[in-house]
C-alpha cells in the first residue's frame, strides 16, 4: 500500500516538472525603467499598422519630433502721418536755401549797407587844391545788397503709412515631446520671419547759382544838382547792383524712404494629458495641455534720407551722364544712406541726365517690441482612420506684456538748407571803378569805391544718425487665442505628413509706426551778435546784455562780436501714445512628424 502511494507521488512530480518546462518563462523578456514589457524599435520606415478592426487602439506612447513649414501673413497697423511735426514742419529740408538763412542774410546785409556806404570822390584839374577834391557818400539801396529766391514754394512731404499691405511672409515651426502611459511634455517653438515693406518718396528741383554786379552810369547836368567839381564840370554817378538770374546750373534730388519690419516668434512648455472618446477606443483622443509659454512680436519703423546734388542736363559725348558707379539708374542700394556709403549707380535725376554727388544723409527708427509671457491652455481633439488621420484644437494664452519702445534718429535744424549758398554779393568782388571825364578846365577823375563784401562762412549738416535717442516702456494684459486644424498621412510606421492652417490673435500690441511721432522742438544754441550801438556793453554768458560792468560781465565795444545763446527750431523723432491694437496672423502649413 505504502509502495502503491509512493509510486503516485513520483508520477505526479515528473508530470508537473515536464509542464513548466514546457511553459517559456516571462522572466528572461523583462527590462527595468519601461513602461512596458515591449522594447520599440526604431525602424521609420517599417509598414504601418493599417488594422480597421482592432480591440484596442494603436499605441501611440513614446518620443516625437515635428517639423512645419509655415506661411503667415500679419495685419498692418493703423495709418499713421510720417515725417511732419506736431505744427506742421517737415523733419527733412525743403527748400535749396532755408527761409530763415534767407532773412538772416538779409538782415545783415542791410545792417552792413548802413554802416558801410559807398563812396565818390571827384578831383578836377586847374583849381586850387582845396576846391579840386570832392567827395560824397551814396547808400547802398537794399534792395541791391539783399537776396532773394525765387521760384515756387518749398517742396512739400505730404506721407503717411497706408502703403502697408498684409502682406505673407514664410517661417519655422518646431515641435516634439515625450508621452507615456497617455501622459506626457510637448515643447514648441515657431518663427516667423521678417515681414518686410518699404515706400519711397522722391523730389527734385532745380536752383541756380546767382551772383551780383556793379554798374556805373555817368550823365552831364548842365542845370546843376550831382557831385559838381570846381571848374563848372559836373559829375552825377549812379551806383546799382543788379541780380542776375541765370537759368538753373545744377539740380537738388532728396529721397526719403519709410521701411516697417515685422517679425513673430515664440516658445513653449506644456504637460499634456491624453483621454480617448467613445465606446471603441482609437477613434479619436482629447488632448489638454498647460503650461508656460512666451511670445514676443517686435516691429522695426525707418525712414531714411538721401539728398544728391546733379549736374543740370549734363550729356558726355551725347550720352548720358555717369554716376560714380558707371550707368545710372536711379535706384539706390537701401541702408547705404545711413552711413553716407552708395554703393550702387546713383541718380542720374528725375528730369535730367547727369551725374551727382551724396549731399545730405539722415536716418530715423522706432523699434518696439511686445515681450508677452503667461500661462497657456490647450485642447486638441483628434481622430484617426487608416493611414489618416485629423485634428482641430485651440490655445489660450493669458499674457503680461512687457512693452518696449526704442526711439533714435537725426535732429535737424529748421534753418537747414537742402544746398550749398553759391553766390557773390555786394559787388561781386569789385572794390573801385576809375573814370576819366572830359570838362571845363580839363578833365576830371572820378573814383567810385565799393567796400568788399562780408566774409560768409557757409556750414551745412550734412549727415546724422543717432543723434536724438528716448525710450518708453510699458505692462499691458495682452489675451492671446490660437486655433488650429490640420490632417496627417502615414506614411511608413514611424513617419507622417502633416498639413494644416493656423491662426493668432492677439491684442493689446505696440506697434511701431503707430507710436512714432515728430516734434519741433526750440533748443538753445550759440550764435554770433554783433554791437550795434555808439557805447561799449556788457554781457553775461548767454549773450544778454546787462545794465552795467559786473563780476563775470563781458565789455564789448562798438562794432564788436560776443557769442549769444538763443533758441532755434530742431525737428526729431518722439514717442507718442499711439495707443495698442490687435494683431491677427495667420496661415497655412505643411511638414514632417517622427514617432517612435
Known amino acids: 500500500m505504502a509502495t502503491k502511494l509512493g509510486s503516485k507521488r513520483i508520477l505526479a512530480a515528473i508530470l508537473a516538472a515536464a509542464a513548466v518546462a514546457e511553459v517559456p518563462a516571462p522572466a528572461g523578456d523583462w527590462m527595468p525603467l519601461l513602461p512596458d514589457q515591449d522594447f520599440y524599435d526604431f525602424q521609420l520606415?517599417?509598414?504601418?499598422?493599417?488594422?480597421?478592426?482592432?480591440?484596442?487602439?494603436?499605441d501611440r506612447d513614446g518620443i516625437y519630433f515635428q517639423y512645419d513649414r509655415l506661411y503667415w501673413g500679419i495685419t498692418v497697423p493703423r495709418v499713421n502721418h510720417t515725417a511732419r511735426t506736431n505744427v506742421g514742419f517737415s523733419i527733412i529740408p525743403t527748400s535749396p536755401v532755408s527761409p530763415q538763412t534767407i532773412v538772416q542774410l538779409n538782415n545783415d546785409y542791410l545792417e552792413y549797407a548802413q554802416e558801410f556806404p559807398i563812396v565818390i570822390t571827384s578831383v578836377s584839374p586847374g583849381v586850387p587844391p582845396a576846391e579840386s577834391v570832392v567827395t560824397a557818400e551814396v547808400p547802398q539801396g537794399s534792395p541791391s545788397v539783399t537776396y532773394f529766391e525765387i521760384?515756387?514754394?518749398?517742396?512739400?512731404?505730404?506721407?503717411?503709412?497706408?502703403?502697408?499691405?498684409?502682406?505673407?511672409?514664410?517661417?519655422?515651426?518646431?515641435?516634439?515631446g515625450w508621452s507615456y502611459n497617455d501622459r506626457g511634455v510637448h515643447l514648441s517653438y515657431f518663427q516667423v520671419g521678417t515681414q518686410s515693406q518699404d515706400y519711397r518718396s522722391t523730389a527734385e528741383f532745380a536752383a541756380s547759382s546767382p551772383t551780383q554786379e556793379v554798374s556805373v552810369e555817368f550823365n552831364t547836368d548842365d542845370g546843376g544838382g550831382g557831385l559838381t567839381a570846381a571848374g563848372g564840370s559836373i559829375a552825377s554817378v549812379t551806383?546799382?547792383?543788379?541780380?542776375?538770374?541765370?537759368?538753373?546750373?545744377?539740380?537738388?534730388?532728396?529721397?526719403?524712404?519709410?521701411?516697417?519690419d515685422t517679425q513673430l516668434q515664440g516658445a513653449g512648455v506644456a504637460f499634456t494629458a491624453r483621454r480617448a472618446l467613445g465606446r471603441r477606443q482609437g477613434q479619436s483622443d482629447l488632448t489638454f495641455s498647460l503650461g508656460p509659454r512666451f511670445?514676443?512680436?517686435?516691429?522695426?519703423?525707418?525712414?531714411?534720407?538721401?539728398?544728391?546734388?546733379?549736374?543740370?542736363?549734363?550729356?558726355?559725348?551725347?550720352?548720358?551722364g555717369l554716376g560714380p558707379g558707371g550707368e545710372v539708374d536711379n535706384q539706390v542700394i537701401g541702408?547705404?544712406?545711413?552711413?553716407?556709403?552708395?554703393?550702387?549707380?546713383?541718380?542720374?535725376?528725375?528730369?535730367?541726365?547727369?551725374?551727382?554727388?551724396?549731399?545730405?544723409?539722415?536716418?530715423?527708427?522706432?523699434?518696439?517690441?511686445?515681450?508677452?509671457?503667461g500661462p497657456e491652455f490647450?485642447?486638441?481633439?483628434?481622430?484617426?482612420?487608416?493611414?489618416?488621420?485629423?485634428?482641430?484644437?485651440?490655445?489660450?494664452?493669458?499674457?503680461?506684456?512687457?512693452?518696449?519702445?526704442?526711439?533714435?534718429?537725426?535732429?535737424f535744424a529748421e534753418a537747414t538748407g537742402a544746398d550749398y549758398l553759391r553766390s557773390n554779393f555786394a559787388g561781386g568782388?569789385?572794390?573801385?571803378?576809375?573814370?576819366?571825364?572830359?570838362?571845363?578846365?580839363?578833365?576830371?577823375?572820378?573814383?567810385?569805391?565799393?567796400?568788399?563784401?562780408?566774409?560768409?562762412?557757409?556750414?551745412?549738416?550734412?549727415?546724422?544718425?543717432?543723434?536724438?535717442?528716448?525710450?518708453?516702456?510699458?505692462?499691458?494684459?495682452?489675451?492671446?487665442?490660437?486655433?488650429?486644424?490640420?490632417?496627417?498621412?502615414?506614411?511608413?510606421?514611424?513617419?507622417?505628413?502633416?498639413?494644416?492652417?493656423?491662426?493668432?490673435?492677439?491684442?493689446?500690441?505696440?506697434?511701431?509706426?503707430?507710436?512714432?511721432?515728430?516734434?519741433?522742438?526750440?533748443?538753445?544754441?550759440?550764435?554770433?551778435?554783433?554791437?550795434?550801438?555808439?557805447?561799449?556793453?556788457?554781457?553775461?554768458?548767454?549773450?544778454?546784455?546787462?545794465?552795467?560792468?559786473?563780476?563775470?560781465?563781458?565789455?564789448?565795444?562798438p562794432d564788436g562780436s560776443y557769442v549769444e545763446t538763443k533758441l532755434a527750431a530742431f525737428n526729431q523723432l518722439s514717442p507718442i501714445d499711439g495707443a495698442n491694437e490687435y494683431v491677427f496672423t495667420n496661415g497655412v502649413d505643411l511638414g514632417l512628424e517622427i514617432r517612435y
Open 45 to 58: 520606415f517599417a509598414p504601418p499598422d493599417l488594422g480597421n478592426y482592432n480591440i484596442f487602439k494603436e
Open 151 to 176: 521760384g515756387n514754394e518749398p517742396t512739400e512731404f505730404d506721407l503717411n503709412t497706408s502703403w502697408l499691405r498684409t502682406k505673407m511672409t514664410w517661417g519655422n515651426r518646431y515641435e516634439g
Open 239 to 260: 551806383i546799382e547792383t543788379t541780380s542776375e538770374s541765370p537759368p538753373p546750373d545744377h539740380l537738388i534730388t532728396q529721397t526719403i524712404t519709410q521701411q516697417n
Open 295 to 320: 511670445i514676443q512680436l517686435t516691429e522695426r519703423y525707418k525712414l531714411t534720407y538721401d539728398s544728391f546734388q546733379n549736374q543740370f542736363n549734363v550729356p558726355v559725348g551725347g550720352e548720358p
Open 335 to 373: 541702408g547705404g544712406g545711413q552711413l553716407g556709403i552708395i554703393t550702387a549707380d546713383f541718380p542720374s535725376t528725375l528730369t535730367g541726365v547727369g551725374p551727382g554727388s551724396l549731399f545730405q544723409v539722415g536716418a530715423w527708427e522706432t523699434y518696439t517690441s511686445n515681450n508677452m509671457v
Open 378 to 411: 490647450g485642447l486638441m481633439l483628434e481622430g484617426q482612420q487608416g493611414r489618416w488621420s485629423w485634428g482641430v484644437g485651440g490655445k489660450f494664452t493669458a499674457g503680461f506684456n512687457w512693452q518696449n519702445n526704442l526711439y533714435k534718429g537725426s535732429n
Open 429 to 557: 568782388g569789385l572794390t573801385s571803378v576809375n573814370v576819366t571825364q572830359a570838362g571845363i578846365g580839363g578833365a576830371s577823375a572820378t573814383v567810385v569805391d565799393v567796400p568788399n563784401s562780408p566774409l560768409i562762412n557757409q556750414i551745412f549738416s550734412t549727415g546724422q544718425l543717432n543723434t536724438t535717442n528716448a525710450a518708453e516702456h510699458r505692462f499691458v494684459f495682452s489675451p492671446i487665442g490660437e486655433w488650429r486644424l490640420g490632417g496627417r498621412f502615414k506614411v511608413s510606421q514611424a513617419m507622417s505628413l502633416n498639413f494644416g492652417y493656423t491662426g493668432m490673435w492677439l491684442s493689446q500690441i505696440a506697434r511701431a509706426s503707430s507710436n512714432t511721432g515728430f516734434i519741433t522742438e526750440l533748443r538753445p544754441v550759440q550764435d554770433v551778435a554783433r554791437n550795434t550801438t555808439d557805447a561799449t556793453i556788457f554781457v553775461n554768458r548767454a549773450g544778454r546784455p546787462q545794465p552795467g560792468p559786473g563780476p563775470g560781465l563781458i565789455a564789448v565795444p
